[in-house]
């Protein structure tokens, strides 16, 4: 059985781009790696170390599901809501210097100086992934999804263009007054449009595109690809593919 341990994760981080005071978003599958000898903790651990105590690293810990809507409004406790992202964000935001965002369907994870600012008024955000949502804050400070073993299917970051773009099919008409427990055991209502599901989408068609560009960088680890991606160049150029063609993400039947 190939085994992984942390210095072969640590130099294909380097490897591929990842330095000291990097913004990443993770989205990932520990299982693609083969076998990781300490597991979780041991990729989290390089991650980490890969941008230092002068970086940070977050991870998805979405919360949201098909039935989220007006007449089946959310309820998010941020201490208590468990993620369906995996076992690496799930791990993840249980850390002590962990803090996670306070959306009900779309919240982040993230530990590191910046995280604070990254995170505040994620539930005020009137859209998931839109203005004023940690997705586009990240791309903002010149930040990088990182994909460990997932395809672009993952990369929730492509909904942050598809809002801006404000495409037809991806949201709700309506909003929903969702309910959110902050870290405080405080109640707080929010007024929001949720992902409308059920809309196919191709997401890896822009992976070709997105590397020819330079935006986008891979390699292997173990059996695992690892693909990082900048973040604000993906947005920018797949905005301009939606403004010129809302359905360029949909799924050809």
Known sequence: MLKI??????????????????????????????YVEG????????????????GNVFVPTLTGK????PTNPPVFDVKKSPCWTGRI?????????????????????GIGPLVDYLIKGHEDSLTPC?????????????????????????????HSAE?????????QKEKTECTIVDHSGNILKREIYLHRWGTP??????????????????TKCGNSVIRLI???????????????NPEYLIKES
């Open 5 to 34: 341990n942390i210095l072969d994760l640590l130099n294909t981080f380097e490897s591929i781009g990842i330095r000291k005071g990097d913004t990443l978003l993770v989205h990932s599958s520990l299982s693609s790696f083969g």
């Open 39 to 54: 597991g979780t903790q041991t990729v989290i651990e390089a991650l980490l170390a890969s941008v230092g105590i002068s």
């Open 66 to 69: 098909p039935s989220d809507g």
């Open 89 to 109: 964000p799930s791990e993840f935001m249980k850390l002590p210097d962990a803090k996670r965002s306070l959306h009900p369907t779309h919240s982040v994870a």
């Open 130 to 158: 839109g203005k004023d949502s940690p997705y586009i804050k990240i791309a903002e400070i010149g930040g990088y999804i990182l994909l460990l073993g997932v395809t672009m299917d993952s990369n929730t970051t492509i």
């Open 163 to 171: 809002e801006l773009a404000n495409v037809p099919y991806h949201l």
């Open 201 to 218: 989408r191709y997401f890896q068609k822009i992976e070709e595109p997105l590397e020819n560009l330079h935006i986008l960088t891979q």
């Open 230 to 244: 900048k973040s604000m160049p993906m947005i920018e150029w797949l905005y301009k593919k939606l403004i010129q």
